[in-house]
């Protein structure tokens, strides 16, 4: 009898830890990771990936399920919105990642989509951010949020694995 | 100082609000007030917090300031590191090994391929094409967003070969790097530099087979400017209408000064005149320091004048300066011996010192005091989008009157891709841009 390949799940956390709300996802992860998680049969594949480029999507590969995770703009502070990719692209105004430098969110995903030999597909989950300032600390309301945002990225991973995650948060 | 902004438009006036300018490397907002055909105000906005920078890194020594001015801007951190580096060495009287100020460039030239392939392909070329996204553009052009993903590739590769990382570097100190690669390391990078050069090559060959705005104007350009090399980090400040003064005097010439719309302060010449820097005011002063490759691309294109007189064809000199690029990478991978030691000693001395770099949209000047225990007294970063906000500005209340008799949706259009001609990284002058127009009278 043997034992089934784990299901491989793509977490990709987003954000900046220096640049206050938009450190969320990345102090949410570490928290969500403070179990392994592999030998319940998940594999979850974790990369911190600051602004999200197209070259990195693709280059980690397509045809796993994605779950991205940041800090948004776009819906009041300390909501947790949980998105499939197609509403994202499918509503480039709504909520986004804050930051600059790179095409938005919707366009890196739409691009490398165009791109792509197979899919890539998944979920967003974000909380709406308020303080997008320098320092290492969260606003209220955000800080507020920090466990209904962790619950929401447990049950996306959950969703895409189809199983539960037996993490600690 | 008008403040049009916090008023209803005055008779005879209206206006119109077009949202966000996407696109653009940060946020922020382009106001227009139109009376009778003419623009009477142009105001970029800069709305986000000002940035503390300036602050942060009093008290600091000079080595914990080029990590931390790195982390003002996620495109060109390089430029910050190395007008940092290079104010405190030149202070420090500290030279550093001939092959370490060659990796410098070969990081310079990293981020300039990793900036320019960026804005070329996707931020800027859409608007030439007429798609609304990267998105429409990659469905029906695969080829062109594959080539700028190829360059942004090697870009990404070069800065992370030399700074641990492609994002936020971490190995630029005083007097080097705190490691330096091996030569067998920088030649593993040969074929993909092989391939952006010939992508590079391409990129012009696509700028050729563009149609742009007819908009000729005759700006002020500044640049930096070196006797045997294309600007990066050494050479003069110097001006198509003859400013030249050495790099570390930027203040001799211009001045800042806050705006009432802008979290951003604005530079000017002490005359109050705008000024333009970046890619076109680089190719057009230094067009005979261009690498050969770089000038023969340059001359095919034959579009010296208009990249001169035009900002939107400031994609030709981003796509001219990425075969400068790519090629001088693979020269200076060519003559890479790595060096005894990967940084010089130095000794820290009390005083004041300046330095300008070329950033892929500018020179960008930083000036430090440093006390007697070594620490930052005072600071000053001026970094380019804040030097040619004015220069917007004055192009747009050009520009405008030029499209106001366009459809509103078409009208916007064009400014928003004047204001993505010029790649302004507002987060570097503060972070996001948002366009509106106040149309009156039409």
């Not at chain 1, 959950?158 to 600690?168: D, H, I």
């Not at chain 2, 227009?32 to 986000?48: K, M, N, Q, T």
């Not at chain 2, 940084?343 to 440093?370: C, K, M, N």
């Not at chain 2, 520009?399 to 004047?418: G, I, K, N, W």
Request: charged share 20%.
């Amino acid at each position: 009898m043997t034992t089934p390949a784990p299901t491989l799940v793509r977490l990709l956390v987003c954000g900046n830890v220096d640049r206050c709300d938009d450190g969320a996802a990345i102090w949410a992860a570490h928290e969500l990771l403070a179990d392994a998680t592999a030998e319940y049969g998940l594999e979850l594949d974790v990369h911190q990936c600051g602004q999200l480029d197209v070259v990195q999507v693709l280059d980690l590969g397509s045809g796993v399920p994605l779950v991205i995770i940041d800090c948004a703009t776009g819906v009041d502070a300390g909501e947790v919105v949980t998105l499939p990719l197609d509403d994202l692209l499918a509503h480039p105004r709504g909520p986004s990642p804050h930051s600059s430098h790179a095409l938005p969110i919707d366009q890196v995903l739409g691009v490398a989509r165009q791109l792509s030999e197979a899919p890539i597909d998944g979920l967003f989950v974000g909380v709406g951010g308020a303080d997008f300032g320098f320092g290492r600390t969260f606003s209220t309301p955000v800080r507020k949020a920090l466990p209904a945002f962790i619950a929401a990225i447990t049950a996306a991973i959950e969703r895409l694995a189809g199983q539960p995650v037996p993490v600690g948060a | 100082m008008t403040h049009g902004l916090a008023h209803g438009p005055e008779p005879g006036e209206h206006n119109f609000d077009v949202g966000q300018l996407t696109r653009v490397e940060g946020e922020g907002s382009l106001t227009l007030r139109v009376r009778d055909g003419a623009v009477v105000e142009a105001h970029l906005g800069i709305f986000e917090a000002p940035r503390y920078f300036e602050r942060l890194v009093v008290g600091r020594t000079p080595d914990e300031v080029i990590d931390i001015v790195a982390r003002i801007c996620g495109i060109c951190p390089v430029a910050y590191q190395m007008s940092a580096v290079h104010a405190f060495e030149a202070l420090f009287d500290v030279t550093v090994d001939p092959q370490v100020r060659a990796l410098r460039r070969l990081f310079y030239c990293g981020e300039w391929i990793e900036s320019h392939a960026l804005h070329v392909y996707l931020l800027h070329a859409p608007d030439f094409l007429g798609y609304p996204s990267a998105i429409e553009l990659a469905r029906d052009h695969r080829a062109v967003v594959e080539r700028a993903l190829t360059l942004k590739r090697t870009g990404n590769a070069l800065v992370a070969m030399l700074g641990a990382r492609p994002i936020h570097p971490l190995t630029v100190r005083v007097g080097g790097f705190s490691r330096v690669p091996t030569r067998d390391e920088l030649l593993a990078l040969r074929p993909a530099l092989d391939d952006a050069l010939a992508t590079a090559g391409a990129t012009v060959d696509f700028v050729a087979t563009l149609s742009a705005p007819e908009f000729e104007r005759d700006p002020r350009l500044v640049a930096l400017r070196h006797p045997d090399e294309y600007p990066t980090n050494d050479g003069r400040i110097v001006s198509n209408d003859g400013l030249d003064i050495p790099i570390g005097a930027w203040r001799e010439a211009f001045e800042e000064d806050q705006v009432s719309w802008s979290n951003a302060l604005q530079a000017r010449t002490h005359a109050g005149e705008v000024y333009l820097l970046g890619p076109s005011a680089r190719v057009t002063l230094n067009a005979d320091r261009l690498h050969p490759l770089a000038q023969q691309a340059l001359a095919r294109l034959g579009m010296a004048e208009r990249i001169r007189r035009n900002p939107y064809w400031s994609i030709a000199a981003r796509a001219v300066e990425l075969v400068h690029a790519t090629a001088e990478a693979i020269d200076i991978i060519a003559g890479y011996a790595r060096p005894d030691r990967p940084f010089v000693d130095w000794q820290s001395r009390p005083g004041a010192t300046g330095w300008a770099t070329e950033a892929p949209r500018g020179l960008l000047f930083h000036r430090y005091e440093i006390d007697e225990r070594g620490l930052i007294a005072a600071a000053q970063i001026v970094p380019p989008t804040s030097q040619n906000q004015a220069a917007i500005e004055a192009d747009l209340t050009a520009f405008a009157p030029s499209v106001l008799d366009l459809p509103h949706a078409e009208a916007t259009l064009r400014l928003e891709q004047l204001i993505r001609s010029y790649d302004p990284c507002i987060s570097c002058a503060t972070h996001f841009l948002d366009l509106r127009l106040e149309e009156t009278d039409r």
